[in-house]
């Protein structure tokens, strides 16, 4: 079993940026952050593996980071839009790196992010 704690989410105005952070009880292979706005589908944002292979939706290319610490994973948000306002997880597999949410175990309880206009 692996816990994880989403922290780092706020409001901001467009433009604007912000890290997220997500503790984990134990190392995993693989992290992503997916995020969920209302009455959407929740999407992947990014991945990383435990080689720091990265990879990222179109949409947040150029503008979002992720990156992995010990028992720890960050995304640095930049440039943020309306658009990228939701609410934010983190997900762990054991697994390859991947984008499909259905694939991750491990959810945290979500962090949110309000960008405004």
């Known amino acids: 079993q692996v816990s994880l704690a989403e922290s780092g989410g706020g409001s901001v105005q467009a433009g604007g940026s912000l890290k997220l952070s997500c503790a984990t009880s134990?190392?995993?292979?693989?992290m992503a952050w997916f995020r969920q706005a209302p009455g959407k589908q929740r999407e992947a944002v990014a991945a990383?593996?435990?080689?720091?292979s990265t990879e990222y939706v179109d949409s947040v290319k150029g503008r979002f980071t992720i990156s992995r610490g010990k028992n720890a994973l960050y995304l640095e948000m930049n440039s943020l839009q309306p658009e990228d306002t939701a609410m934010y997880y983190c997900a762990a597999r054991s697994g390859p790196l991947s984008l499909v949410k259905t694939v991750y175990d491990y959810w945290g309880q979500g962090t949110q992010v309000t960008v405004s206009s």
């Open positions: 990383i593996d435990r080689y720091h």
């Open positions: 134990r190392f995993t292979p693989t």
